[in-house]
Antibody, heavy 125, light 114 residues
């Protein structure tokens, strides 16, 4: 059974750095063409893609947030970590990790067929 | 970036009636190499993560009731619920995975019961 679970702080202060961990089970982060993304959702608002990392360590970031984001993976721990610097109250959101897969070698990404439950992060002093 | 615009923003439908949600892309998401449309649909209920309903624009995910169907090609897509059930109340999102980064989602359509 494929599962993803997000963990991290519930509350961060403005200007602090947020570190979130996605721990996966039921699959390996080394599976060919497999990827994990971070996606966030402010309260009452739409989904916003942040970043992804694939099994070959290829990474991509949201254009608007690229300077603040870093995504890494530790295959041995089955974890994907997202750091976001200089947090602001507008970054208050539920943060999800989700699994995707490139079905064709020329694909840049895929759809999300497994999601974590999400973790609500509030940015406030 | 590819922009996805859903319509309507909200929809009220009677039980047993058809619900139709549209998703328009600012660019084609039809890949010439495989003739597939790189578009997915998700359902999100309150307090839950999104759930994949449809991928490749019209392929139903395993376990999704057959009252859900997807159609369209190129830049215009539709999610149809043929006979609305009470448990279908949710927000629905389309997503493109043709041109990334970034992955983009529509703004969502809220579906309620009349």
């Amino acid at each position: 059974q494929v599962t993803l679970k997000e963990s991290g702080p519930v509350l961060v202060k403005p200007t602090e750095t947020l570190t979130l961990t996605c721990t996966v089970s039921g699959f390996s982060l080394s599976y060919p063409r497999m990827g994990v993304s971070w996606i966030r959702q402010p309260p009452g608002k739409a989904l916003e893609w942040l970043a992804h990392i694939f099994s070959n360590d290829e990474k991509s970031y949201s254009t608007s947030l690229k300077s603040r984001l870093t995504i890494t993976k530790d295959t041995s721990k089955s974890q994907v970590v997202l750091t976001m610097t200089n947090m602001d109250p507008v970054d208050t959101a539920t943060y999800y990790c989700a699994r995707t897969q490139r079905e064709y070698y020329y694909d840049s990404s895929g759809y999300y067929y497994a999601w974590g439950q999400g973790t609500l992060v509030t940015v406030s002093s | 970036d590819i922009v996805l615009t859903q319509s309507p923003d909200s929809l009220t439908v009677s039980l047993g009636e058809r619900a139709t949600i549209n998703c328009k892309s600012s660019q084609t998401v039809l890949h010439s190499s495989n003739n597939k449309n790189y578009l997915a649909w998700y359902q999100q209920k309150p307090g839950q993560p999104p759930k994949l309903l449809i991928y490749w624009a019209s392929t139903r995910e395993s376990g999704v009731p057959d009252r859900f169907s997807g159609s369209g090609s190129g830049t215009d897509f539709t999610l149809t619920i043929s006979s609305l059930q009470a448990e279908d109340v949710a927000v629905y999102y389309c997503q493109q995975y043709y041109s990334t980064p970034p992955i983009t989602f529509g703004q969502g359509t809220r579906l309620e019961i009349k």
